[in-house]
């Protein structure tokens, strides 16, 4: 498998987001990478797995950032969720 290079992203900041602490060009990138991966998962776009593999993270790590975020590593809408809990029940009761 080919490894891809990285896709860079020019982003522009406010000055005045820096006066009171200076944050480094590495430290912000990192910070943004992983908002970025977080609000594709919240928007469904990427599992948490493999967000977590683009982000260079161990998957229990990433759990922990998004729940941080208020967001579920689990991509089922209500009506999923609805079958399987109703399987989990099925299964505590045979």
Known sequence: MA???PYAVEV???AEA?????WSAAEV?????????VDQVR?????????AELGGMAQAAFVQ???VHHISPFDLDDGELVREIEAGE???RA
Do not use: C, I, N, T
Request: charged share 25%; glycine share 8%; proline share 6%.
């Open 3 to 5: 490894v891809s290079r």
């Open 29 to 37: 990138s990192a910070d943004l990478r992983l908002l970025w991966l």
């Open 18 to 22: 820096f006066r009171h602490r200076p």
């Open 43 to 51: 928007q469904r776009r990427l599992g948490y797995a493999k967000a």
């Open 12 to 14: 522009e900041l406010p």
């Open 90 to 92: 099925a299964l505590g």
């Open 65 to 67: 950032v998004l729940g």
